[in-house]
């Protein structure tokens, strides 16, 4: 799989957008990005994935660059609630299943 | 909206002891895993299952771990004789096609 290589830490103040880059630069042609999250010790949270087009969904929106080596993922109006451990992902899909690879990923404050 | 659940959410052992913790996946999905996270470090892969075999698993599931689906609901981890350090967070996951959804976790205490 593709390494990832993301900030260690980021602040942002809550109501404001949360942008979390994560850089990618050896993603092969079926590797898809992945985001989750993990809120103190639970289970990580699904938030989103995409293969080379921008995408959103309820929880944030997913931004690809064209050359596919870099993503960022938004949080439009961050909530105290939005505080976590967000981890970005590069993996094949098939058939026989596949394990996530979670590295460090970013810890991000939501400040009031 | 259906979501993976775990039992017991938090279990104590004696070391050398056997523990099996437990998952009930989403019902319609086809792949499962177990992840563990100790204390303060990442969340690592331990196995993947499917059509009641394991497809993948990594250098940490040694021949003291075992995963079995033994009705049509429940996903089970058994740790034969439990050390120190695998006192950790263990965390399940089904997938139908493409995303894995985790469940809430088990944190495991060796004594």
């Known amino acids: 799989d593709a390494k990832t290589t993301q900030p260690t830490s980021m602040d942002c103040a809550e109501g404001r957008a949360a942008n979390l880059p994560c850089n990618h630069s050896?993603?092969?042609?079926?590797?898809?990005v992945y985001w989750y999250r993990q809120i103190h010790s639970q289970g990580p949270q699904y938030i989103i994935h995409?293969?080379?087009n921008n995408e959103t969904n309820e929880m944030a929106s997913l931004i690809i660059t064209e050359d596919r080596k870099s993503s960022t993922l938004i949080l439009p109006h961050a909530t105290l609630r939005d505080t976590a451990v967000y981890y970005c992902?590069?993996?094949?899909?098939?058939?026989?299943?596949?394990?996530?690879?979670f590295g460090k990923g970013t810890s991000l404050l939501v400040t009031p | 909206e259906p979501e993976v659940t775990q039992t017991p959410s938090h279990q104590v052992t004696q070391m050398g002891q056997e523990v099996i913790l437990r998952c009930v996946p989403i019902?319609?999905?086809?792949?499962f895993y177990w992840y563990r996270q100790i204390l303060g470090q990442k969340v690592e892969f331990l196995v993947s299952?499917?059509?009641?075999?394991?497809?993948?698993k990594s250098e940490i599931f040694d021949d003291q771990f075992s995963v079995e689906r033994p009705d049509g609901s429940n996903f089970t981890l058994k740790i034969r004789s439990t050390k120190l350090e695998d006192s950790a967070m263990y965390f399940c996951?089904?997938?139908?096609?493409?995303?894995?959804?985790f469940g809430p976790g088990t944190r495991l205490t060796v004594l």
């Open positions: 992902i590069v993996r094949v899909t098939s058939n026989s299943g596949y394990a996530l690879n």
């Open positions: 050896t993603i092969s042609g079926n590797e898809y």
């Open positions: 995409g293969l080379k």
């Open positions: 019902s319609n999905h086809l792949y």
């Open positions: 299952f499917y059509n009641n075999e394991i497809s993948e």
């Open positions: 996951a089904s997938c139908a096609a493409d995303t894995q959804y």
